[in-house]
């Protein structure tokens, strides 16, 4: 069942969810857009990082969109390890799907149209079988992308959230994952949605 939580500090919303991992094992999955922004924090400097391991919940093939890069402010911030998906090896879907262990926290954006990591609403990849996978959409801005599928999220994640923060202090019209997504979604998951206080 899915439930909602409201703030209008994302940064520090976050750092106070990842802080109780402090010197602890922490396996993070994280995606691109607008979460890379509120995971921008110098505060993640003063945790004791180190056991910590990121993943990606996708990435686009063209380097430059590559969610990897988008987060390197963040990943300057810590000390853990991180597996980034290698979209240049042929062999990319096949060693990341073995590589990824069980997930302890899954942070995700929302897109405009509802779409989460590169699982767009309405398309074959929903039902996808495989835990990692490849899909073109010629409708965005890089449209060759990997992406794991709701099938790895449903069966792989301990603690879900899709992280919705404002833009230039507005509240986003979305505020929910595609109907299409949300049906086939059969764990729990958090949103984050923004309050203007």
């Known amino acids: 069942m899915p439930s909602s939580l409201f703030t209008n500090n994302f940064k520090t919303f976050i750092f106070d969810l990842l802080e109780k991992y402090d010197n602890s094992n922490l396996n993070l999955m994280i995606s691109g857009g607008s979460l890379l922004n509120v995971l921008n924090n110098p505060s993640y400097s003063s945790l004791d990082t180190s056991k ?3 993943y990606y919940a996708d990435e686009r093939v063209d380097p430059k969109g590559s969610n990897y890069k988008g987060s390197l402010p963040f990943l300057n911030n810590l000390k853990g390890k991180v597996y980034r998906m290698e979209v240049e090896d042929k062999d990319c879907v096949m060693n990341y799907s073995k590589l990824l262990p ?12 509802g779409h989460i990591c590169s699982l767009f609403p309405n398309t074959p990849s929903l039902d996808s079988q495989d835990k990692v996978i490849v899909i073109t959409n010629p409708d965005v801005q890089f449209p060759k992308r990997v992406t794991t599928t709701l099938k790895f999220l449903n069966s792989e994640v301990e603690n879900l959230y899709f992280v919705i923060p404002d833009k230039n202090g507005e509240v986003k019209e979305v505020k929910e994952p595609h109907c299409s997504i949300k049906r086939r979604l059969t764990k729990d998951y958090v949103i984050v949605l923004y309050k203007n206080e």
């Open 52 to 54: 910590w391991s990121i």
């Open 102 to 113: 069980k997930i302890d926290i899954c942070l995700l954006g929302v897109g405009p149209d």
